[in-house]
């Protein structure tokens, strides 16, 4: 089950707000298609896609928690919506002609089958691409750190984590006109810069481990494809 030589594989983390569009809530289905679309590219260049989806479209929950929610419930309900999110990309990366198997943190019978690392590399040498969704399964943590936990597991080379900009900036790009993008960090070099890349939990994870983070955008056309082959593309941050 080991990743077979010369094989790219990678995992992309997409928010869950990047899937609502403008609405800002739910699934938008021009998104879905776009997304599944170039997953599909890039499945069809021979590089292996797992995707792990956030569910900040549907819950977050720290966000209920402020009202004075219990945290672990509602972290509960934010790992499901991100499973509500793996369902609908599920259906359209197939209905788009892939082979894709959705599995999560815990399984839910007659829903998804339980994540298991083993098995995931697998169906990616099988050409499966791979949506992995619940997060990590326990509370308290992000898609984010799931998005790391699971390149890990699954031997992935890098993280490419889409987002609004297409790349760590020395300053927000949108209110400084003269921020200037780096091409490429060291993860030393995000810590004495304070700069932004994830959470802590997640970006500790990453160093540790020498799981390197790309941060580029879905929405930049051609962007996606090259940064799935490696080619520069975005900030790359690693050891
Ligand atoms: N969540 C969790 N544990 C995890 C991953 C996610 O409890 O390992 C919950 C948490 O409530 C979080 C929500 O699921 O707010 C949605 O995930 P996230 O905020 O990371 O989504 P994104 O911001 O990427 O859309």
Not at 222 to 229: M, S, W
Request: glycine share 10%; proline share 3%; hydrophobic share 40%.
């Amino acid at each position: 089950s080991e990743q077979k030589s010369n094989v790219r594989r990678i995992l992309l983390k997409i928010s869950g707000e990047a899937l609502s569009g403008d609405t800002g809530f739910g699934i938008d289905p021009k998104v879905l298609s776009q997304t599944a679309k170039a997953i599909r590219d890039v499945q069809k260049k021979g590089v292996q896609t797992v995707l792990v989806i956030g569910g900040g479209n549907i819950f977050r929950g720290a966000a209920l928690q402020k009202a004075g929610f219990d945290r672990v419930s509602g972290d509960q309900m934010g790992m499901l919506a991100t499973i509500m999110n793996g369902l609908a990309m599920r259906e359209e990366l197939k209905a788009q002609g892939g082979k894709c198997v959705l599995m999560s943190a815990y399984g839910i019978p007659s829903i998804t089958a339980q994540y298991s690392a083993t098995e995931g590399r697998d169906l990616l040498n099988q050409g499966y691409s791979l949506i992995v969704a619940g997060g990590t399964g326990s509370p308290f943590f992000t898609t984010d750190t799931a998005a790391v936990l699971r390149a890990i597991e699954l031997q992935c080379s890098e993280v490419l984590k889409a987002t609004k900009v297409d790349g760590i900036y020395t300053a927000d790009p949108v209110k400084d006109k003269n921020a200037t993008k780096f091409d490429a960090l060291t993860f030393d070099e995000v810590i004495s810069k304070q700069l932004e890349v994830m959470d802590l939990t997640a970006f500790a994870l990453a160093r540790e481990h020498h799981m390197p983070i790309r941060v580029f955008s879905m929405s930049k056309p051609g962007a996606f494809d090259k940064a799935a082959i490696g080619d520069a593309e975005g900030t790359v941050v690693s050891d």
